[in-house]
């Protein structure tokens, strides 16, 4: 099937059922229910959970994703993992956007659960809808319409989301005009994940598991900026099968504890391992470890790189490594933390625990000042990357190590 969604399509004679998945709990490290894979193809955008907020009846959400991955049959997956009592969307449809609110007419198309149009995800649960006739073109806005007609208790979602997305009350899903969107949102609600099925059956994919830096803070909104992103279009026209990007950055994320989201360790199944397609992991955390002062060491660090790097090897994954940049002027840096950053980082640079590494702290320093971020990177806080930075990170992945040979 050819064109974007909702043109020329013909609809088709069954869906496959949507995979509802329990999320592991808060503080457990398990592995997701095989249930949790069940969705076919290649995630395209994805964006870690947490809680957001409280839900809130009789509202709609215009989420507005960017792709990476072109493909058909796409798919979205709502997250309740954070609820309480159950999720219940009683229209989902994904649109092509035009500008701001509005779609680009004759593309929204209402998404199916298990072939209902209503859909009620279990608290701590996942579920993935059923495919959608049509292609989704690589590296283009996608709107994803959501009906929440009794939601209360927390809600989850992506926080910093960098990108505006709109909101409205009554359910206007199925409008593809702005005139009902009023109002706005810097955060993702219930969706954490979108997939396609590539023309090429071997397109994988790479999950960014990182904090604020891959959130993308300091670098420019709407304009989908993070570094992840500017990867993504690297991979576009690279002579590599690694094609989709997941961004599962949460600001103020930590390997070892919880606190700005689970850590990565308790969200590495959810987040990362049951993402379609992910031939990949790439790991860029530890600076919030380092400078919260905790008594973290780097023994602790590199045991934590070491147990991510074994349950995704397990689960058959390739895994590269980032070193954690400079952050000398942010206020916690000082130089027992700095001494932490540079032991990790020795570690990453000679680990055979990994299948390989990027250099991400010589992309970013001052060759005058190696402890600190190069001023022409640096987004204002001595820590983060502005729009430079960010496309600096990205141009230091080598693309052809993405793929590893295990």
Same mark, same amino acid.
């Given at each position: 099937?050819?064109?974007?969604?909702?043109?020329?399509?013909?609809?088709?004679?069954?869906?496959?059922?949507?995979?509802?998945?329990?999320?592991?709990?808060?503080?457990?490290?398990?592995?997701?229910?095989?249930?949790?894979?069940?969705?076919?193809?290649?995630?395209?955008?994805?964006?870690? *959970?947490?809680?957001?907020?409280?839900?809130?009846?009789?509202?709609?959400?215009?989420?507005?994703?960017?792709?990476?991955?072109?493909?058909?049959?796409?798919?979205?997956?709502?997250?309740?993992?954070?609820?309480?009592?159950? %999720?219940?969307?009683?229209?989902?449809?994904?649109?092509?956007?035009?500008?701001?609110?509005?779609?680009?007419?004759?593309?929204?198309?209402?998404?199916?659960?298990?072939?209902?149009?209503?859909?009620?995800?279990?608290?701590?649960?996942?579920?993935?809808?059923?495919?959608?006739?049509?292609?989704?073109?690589?590296?283009?806005?996608? *709107?994803?319409?959501?009906?929440?007609?009794?939601? *209360?208790?927390?809600?989850?979602?992506?926080?910093?989301?960098?990108?505006?997305?709109?909101?409205?009350?009554?359910?206007?899903?199925?409008?593809?005009?702005?005139?009902?969107?009023?109002?706005?949102?810097?955060?993702?609600?219930?969706?954490?994940?979108?997939?396609?099925?590539?023309?090429?059956?071997?397109?994988?994919?790479?999950?960014?598991?990182?904090?604020?830096?891959?959130?993308?803070?300091?670098?420019?909104?709407?304009?989908?900026?993070?570094?992840?992103?500017?990867? *993504?279009?690297?991979?576009?026209?690279?002579?590599?099968?690694?094609?989709?990007?997941?961004?599962?950055?949460?600001?103020?994320?930590?390997?070892?504890?919880?606190?700005?989201?689970?850590?990565? %360790?308790?969200?590495?199944?959810?987040?990362?391992?049951?993402?379609?397609?992910?031939?990949?992991?790439?790991?860029?955390?530890?600076?919030?470890?380092?400078?919260?002062?905790?008594?973290?060491?780097?023994?602790?660090?590199?045991?934590?790189?070491?147990?991510?790097?074994?349950?995704?090897?397990?689960?058959?994954?390739?895994?590269?490594?980032?070193?954690?940049?400079?952050?000398?002027?942010?206020?916690?840096?000082?130089?027992?933390?700095?001494t932490v950053r540079q032991e990790v980082n020795r570690y990453l640079r000679t680990s055979h625990d990994v299948d390989a590494v990027t250099d991400f702290d010589r992309a970013l320093r001052s060759p005058y000042d190696p402890e600190r971020i190069l001023p022409f990177f640096d987004g204002g806080d001595h820590l983060h990357p502005d729009d430079k930075g960010m496309r600096a990170l990205a141009d230091a992945v080598d693309l052809g190590r993405l793929?590893?040979?295990?």
């Amino acid at each position: 099937m050819s064109g974007p969604i909702g043109r020329g399509c013909r609809a088709v004679a069954a869906l496959l059922t949507a995979s509802v998945c329990q999320s592991a709990p808060a503080q457990a490290a398990e592995p997701l229910p095989a249930t949790a894979t069940r969705a076919s193809g290649v995630v395209t955008w994805a964006a870690s *959970a947490d809680r957001v907020g409280a839900g809130t009846a009789d509202a709609d959400y215009r989420l507005i994703v960017h792709t990476s991955v072109g493909g058909s049959g796409l798919r979205v997956r709502v997250t309740n993992a954070f609820g309480d009592r159950p %999720l219940t969307l009683d229209s989902v449809w994904a649109g092509l956007r035009d500008h701001g609110a509005a779609l680009r007419p004759g593309s929204n198309r209402r998404l199916t659960f298990g072939g209902s149009r209503t859909v009620t995800v279990p608290a701590g649960a996942l579920a993935w809808s059923d495919p959608l006739p049509g292609s989704v073109p690589a590296g283009t806005d996608l *709107a994803v319409s959501l009906h929440t007609p009794d939601a *209360a208790g927390p809600a989850g979602g992506h926080g910093t989301a960098m990108q505006t997305s709109y909101t409205g009350q009554g359910d206007h899903t199925a409008e593809e005009s702005d005139t009902d969107w009023t109002r706005t949102t810097g955060s993702w609600w219930y969706l954490d994940a979108v997939s396609v099925r590539p023309s090429r059956a071997a397109t994988r994919a790479v999950a960014a598991l990182g904090d604020s830096i891959t959130d993308g803070w300091q670098s420019t909104g709407d304009r989908n900026r993070r570094w992840p992103d500017y990867l *993504a279009r690297r991979l576009i026209t690279a002579r590599t099968r690694i094609k989709g990007v997941a961004d599962e950055g949460i600001s103020g994320n930590k390997v070892l504890a919880d606190g700005a989201g689970q850590s990565a %360790l308790h969200r590495l199944d959810r987040d990362v391992l049951s993402l379609p397609g992910v031939r990949t992991v790439f790991l860029f955390e530890g600076v919030n470890d380092i400078k919260a002062h905790t008594g973290v060491t780097a023994a602790d660090l590199i045991a934590g790189y070491r147990e991510i790097a074994r349950r995704a090897h397990a689960a058959g994954k390739c895994v590269v490594a980032a070193t954690v940049g400079p952050f000398k002027g942010w206020p916690e840096w000082d130089p027992a933390a700095e001494t932490v950053r540079q032991e990790v980082n020795r570690y990453l640079r000679t680990s055979h625990d990994v299948d390989a590494v990027t250099d991400f702290d010589r992309a970013l320093r001052s060759p005058y000042d190696p402890e600190r971020i190069l001023p022409f990177f640096d987004g204002g806080d001595h820590l983060h990357p502005d729009d430079k930075g960010m496309r600096a990170l990205a141009d230091a992945v080598d693309l052809g190590r993405l793929d590893c040979a295990r």
